[in-house]
């Protein structure tokens, strides 16, 4: 069966990957530091070496010079050489690189390899008493050729070799150290594992159980993650949409259900929103003229198609006007629109316009042909009634103040009397502004009917 792959699974592993890392990394430094510490010891012990080894090979050569017989003094002195660690492996050749003396005695009469004749023949070109060796190095050492002189004439050249620094050197002088420096590492690393899966899984997990209770139903749960991290920037976005989401579930309760918009509560809330933040608006309260005569005759279903008619073209009007402005039902045929000063003329124009060239077709051929319908009043007396209008009543702050919805609501429902009395007299919707200021009670006045849209 596959690891589940959680987040905690993921810190681990990724702290685990990170501590070998870290361990192989830290190793690696010190053994190659190491070999290069012994490289360097190994060096300067061979040229001390090669500087005994040169001294005691050439009074040798000195002395059995006059006897003949050089090689025979050399193979014996290459074992004194060895006791005296002064070599660690040791030739002597003549100058055409044929073995005189060996350490490995059965090398004797033999010649060097290409390359280390080679070398023979370059130590001995370039010898002099300034420079009298040359250093070759190979695999895991380091081979000197040193000319054996006499009288600064080279009679022999002697080839000693000494290891270099290699790795398992290192491994044996500094392995314990690196034992200990990975234990170290991990007893470091494992505290800071459980923390930072305490730091991160912790606030992870208040989120994720308060996420399936807001999903239960519980929308105005908050969280707390004390922290200024983007964990806790995290908790304070989740509380905000829990905000939101209580709000968004008042508005959707509150919302007429046929139109689905915000009820009388959320236009309540706006108005004052408004007022509180000393903001300039215009709300446009609106009413359907003889829309219970047509109810009456065409039934309630045509009546509610008015209604949504109605609906979207204020909806349009807010679109093409002022996006960021509001609009509410109360219910009915009562409509409230919010907006600012400078945009209502636009606004209402539109929705004028629009509403009496679209809402003519909701009647039938006769009805619009005749421009009425007959139907009988609320007393019951049949009569004839023009074709639905708007009447739209506006109240600002921008002549007065205003200081709570009651008071909006109230000059509206003033302002509407004149509105309704304005589309009579037209024929046709009409806005009325109420323009009136806090301290001369200055009459409305009756803003000039938008012109009829041509086509």
């Known amino acids: 069966m596959a690891l589940k792959q959680t987040l905690k699974f993921r810190i681990i592993e990724g702290m685990a990957f990170f501590t070998i890392l870290l361990i192989v990394v830290f190793t690696s430094i010190i053994l190659l530091r190491e070999k290069e510490l012994i490289t360097q010891n190994n060096l300067y012990r061979a040229r001390v070496g090669t500087f005994a080894a040169k001294e005691a090979l050439e009074r040798s050569l000195l002395s059995s010079a006059r006897a ?13 050489l060895l006791e005296g660690q002064l070599v660690e492996d040791a030739a002597v050749t003549d100058l055409k690189a044929k073995v005189a003396a060996s350490t490995d005695s059965g090398l004797i009469g033999t010649k060097l ?8 023949r370059s130590s001995v070109r370039s010898y002099s008493p300034k ?22 004439v080279p009679q022999y050249v002697a080839v000693l070799r000494y290891s270099l620094g290699d790795m398992a050197q290192a491994i044996r002088r500094v ?17 800071v594992c459980l923390l930072l899966i305490r730091a991160i899984l912790g606030p992870i997990q208040i989120l994720n159980r308060a996420t399936k209770d807001v ?35 008042e508005r959707a309760e509150n919302a007429n259900p046929l139109t689905k918009l915000p009820g009388n509560n959320v236009i309540h809330e706006e108005i004052e929103k408004r007022i509180r933040g000393n903001l300039k608006f215009v709300a446009i309260y609106s009413d359907l003229d003889n829309f219970k005569a047509f109810n009456d005759k065409y039934g309630i279903a045509a009546g509610d198609q008015a209604i949504k008619l109605t609906a979207q073209v204020m909806r ?59 139907s009988k009043d609320r007393e019951g007396n049949v ?73």
């Open 383 to 455: 009569k004839q009634f023009p074709l639905m209008t708007f009447s739209l009543a506006g109240v600002t702050n921008a002549y007065r103040p205003l200081n709570s919805y009651a008071e909006v609501t109230n000059i509206c429902a003033e302002v509407k009397k004149k509105a309704k009395l304005s589309s009579k007299a037209e024929g046709k919707s009409s806005f009325v502004m109420d323009e009136r200021t806090a301290d001369h009670g200055v009459e409305a006045r009756k803003e000039a009917n938008p012109p009829e849209p041509t086509g």
């Open 113 to 120: 390899s290409d390359e280390e004749a080679l070398a023979v």
């Open 68 to 80: 003949g017989s050089p090689a025979k003094v050399f193979q014996k002195l290459i074992p004194i």
């Open 131 to 152: 420079s009298w060796f040359q250093t070759r190095l190979e695999p895991g050492q380091a081979a000197f050729y040193i000319p054996l002189a006499i009288d600064d």
């Open 175 to 191: 392995g314990k150290l690196c034992a200990f420096s990975a234990l170290a590492v991990i007893a470091i690393v494992i505290p």
């Open 215 to 249: 999903a239960a139903g519980n929308l105005g749960l908050k969280v707390e993650v004390p922290t200024e991290d983007e964990l806790g920037e995290l908790a304070q976005t989740f509380n905000g949409m829990t905000a939101a989401l209580v709000k968004m579930k």
């Open 316 to 374: 349009e009007a807010l679109r093409q006007g002022d996006p960021n402005g509001f609009l509410g039902h109360e219910g009915g045929d009562d409509f409230i629109l919010l907006t600012t000063p400078e945009k209502r003329e636009a606004v209402t124009q539109y929705l004028c316009a629009e509403f009496d060239k679209r809402i003519k077709e909701l009647y039938s051929p006769e009805d619009r042909a005749q421009g009425h319908i007959v």
